[in-house]
């Protein structure tokens, strides 16, 4: 097991309920990353008859190898907002992509308007750290007018609206927004802006491994079967409070790793600084040499 769970696939008991219930005959899964989740799906819609179209601008090889021999699963190497619109109408979405508010909110409104029925709708990553704070993969690929001040190298930490040194963190890999909270910040604040233009929609919201939302039109006909299997967890506070204590542990972890980064740091820098005094003082001791070498060599001749 990973010392961080972070997958959607770890709500696997949770979100293939929810597919028996809608009975979707095309699945379309944003952000495949390993494949983790994608092979699950894959399991899933070939068993029940159903195609997976699986979206991610750069897509795991295995996933690869895997669509090249397996009929029911499409690759799409493709970013999320352009490749949707290609794809078609599906009765089921995960969203697992680049988590900011504009790229959310593109997605959603893209599925809005290819699918006559709004379909189930998954997100992950609506809790902490993305849920009111955009992260960026390629920000360049957003308008300019959408992507907040962001860092590459700085962290983030609970109950702390700005970026720190250390922290949650991309290592270069991702970026985070400067500051939480805002209009126009984060998943969460996507989802709730996006119920607000679209009224009959109902979520859930379950606060662990980062946040799973669910959107669905409350009139669907599996809406009662998705209500009935999420309403236990729905921001449940036990859920809630184990979710932060899984958080801090882990940057518990982070803060000691930078820690012993930082010895290390400083031995190398000290083992550095005492070779390059013995070198000076190698030298000093050949020239030492030299000159009593010549001094002798003097007063013999």
């Not at 902490?128 to 360049?140: H, L, S």
């Not at 729905?234 to 979710?243: A, G, I, K, S």
């Not at 600084?273 to 009593?292: C, H, K, P, Q, S």
């Amino acid at each position: 097991m990973p010392l961080l769970l972070h997958s959607l696939a770890e709500f696997q008991d949770l979100i293939l309920p929810a597919l028996e219930a809608v009975r979707p005959r095309a699945i379309v899964e944003v952000g495949s990353e390993t494949g983790a989740n994608a092979k699950v799906l894959v399991d899933w819609a070939g068993v029940h008859g159903a195609v997976l179209h699986s979206v991610d601008p750069e897509p795991a090889d295995d996933l690869v190898k895997l669509a090249a021999v397996t009929e029911h699963l499409h690759v799409v190497a493709e970013y999320s907002p352009e490749a949707l619109p290609g794809i078609g109408p599906a009765d089921a979405y995960l969203l697992d992509g680049d988590h900011n508010h504009s790229t959310v909110t593109r997605e959603l409104d893209t599925i809005d308007e290819v699918c006559d029925r709004f379909p189930l709708v998954i997100l992950h990553d609506v809790g902490w750290p993305c849920g009111r704070r955009d992260q960026y993969y390629a920000p360049d690929r957003l308008p300019a007018d959408r992507v907040h001040p962001h860092s590459w190298d700085e962290g983030v930490t609970p109950d702390n609206p700005g970026t720190v040194r250390g922290g949650f963190r991309g290592e270069g890999a991702f970026a985070a927004a400067r500051h939480e909270g805002g209009p126009a910040n984060g998943v969460l604040t996507a989802v709730e802006d996006f119920r607000e233009r679209r009224p009959g929609l109902a979520y859930h919201q379950v606060p662990s491994v980062f946040g799973l939302g669910i959107l669905y039109p409350e009139d669907a006909h599996f809406a009662g079967a998705v209500r009935d299997l999420f309403d236990p967890y729905d921001r449940h506070p036990l859920l809630e409070r184990l979710e932060r204590n899984r958080l801090e542990l882990y940057l518990r972890v982070i803060a000691l790793q930078d820690e012993m980064a930082g010895r290390v740091g400083q031995q190398d820098r000290m083992v550095a600084g005492y070779e390059a005094a013995l070198a000076a003082l190698n030298v000093e001791n050949t020239d030492l040499r030299l000159r009593l070498a010549g001094g002798h060599a003097g007063r013999t001749g």
